[in-house]
T-cell receptor
Framework: EAQVTQNPRYLITVTGKKLTVTCSQN?????MSWYRQDPGLGLRQIYY???????DKGDVPEGYKVSRKEKRNFPLILESPSPNQTSLYFC?????????????FGDGTRLSIL | GENVEQHPSTLSVQEGDSAVIKCTYS??????FPWYKQELGKRPQLIID?????GEKKDQRIAVTLNKTAKHFSLHITETQPEDSAVYFC????????????FGPGTRLSVLP
């Protein structure tokens, strides 16, 4: 089954404790992206990647890191999480940039930073 | 930067009525115009999209119309059903390459039985 898988689905942690949210897709998609969703603000893009070893900042990249060492994986790293990063996070992928393909989203990861 | 607005922010309709949600954008470089539906507690899913060389696209009860000159595109849902209740997002890309997306703030549609 074609899917985007995020882990963990839920996480409660404390300020400053490094964490990684994994994202994996099995559709051989070139494009992957991370979003955060906050009430009243919709979905805001954090980082995106057009292909292996190619990443770029979205609208709200501060406090986040990403890597794209393999085509299928696109982890989101919070080196020193803070309470304002408490949010619902979605990973998404699409077949190729420039081809105007729809994005396929994972089920989301709810992070709470205390 | 790109400014994306949706109107209305909330919409309640009676089952069987039609619903229309409008998305306005500021960046004229956009050539791809998707609409996503997000049910409560679930992930966003594409329901319909349109490219700039087409003015209208229809898929059963759902249609999208595009006015590139006026920089807006609209989602039309006819014969609404309770399962249409969700938040709907438009997401025009910032550029022709379809890499950097800006989502609208969302419209919460409630279909009353």
């Amino acid at each position: 089954e074609a899917q985007v898988t995020q882990n963990p689905r839920y996480l409660i942690t404390v300020t400053g404790k490094k964490l990684t949210v994994t994202c994996s897709q099995n559709m051989n998609h070139e494009y992957m992206s991370w979003y955060r969703q906050d009430p009243g603000l919709g979905l805001r893009q954090i980082y995106y990647s057009m292909n292996v070893e190619v990443t770029d900042k979205g609208d709200v990249p501060e406090g986040y890191k990403v890597s794209r060492k393999e085509k299928r994986n696109f982890p989101l790293i919070l080196e020193s999480p803070s309470p304002n990063q408490t949010s619902l996070y979605f990973c998404a992928s699409s077949r190729a940039p420039g081809a105007h393909q729809p994005q396929h989203f994972g089920d989301g990861t709810r992070l709470s930073i205390l | 930067g790109e400014n994306v607005e949706q109107h209305p922010s909330t919409l309640s309709v009676q089952e069987g009525d039609s619903a229309v949600i409008k998305c306005t954008y500021s960046d004229s470089a956009s050539n791809y115009f998707p609409w996503y539906k997000q049910e409560l507690g679930k992930r966003p899913q594409l329901i319909i999209d349109i490219r700039s060389n087409v003015g209208e696209k229809k898929d059963q009860r759902i249609a999208v119309t595009l006015n590139k000159t006026a920089k807006h595109f609209s989602l039309h849902i006819t014969e609404t059903q309770p399962e249409d209740s969700a938040v709907y997002f438009c997401a025009p890309p910032l550029d022709n390459y379809g890499q950097n997306f800006v989502f609208g703030p969302g419209t919460r549609l409630s279909v009353l039985p």
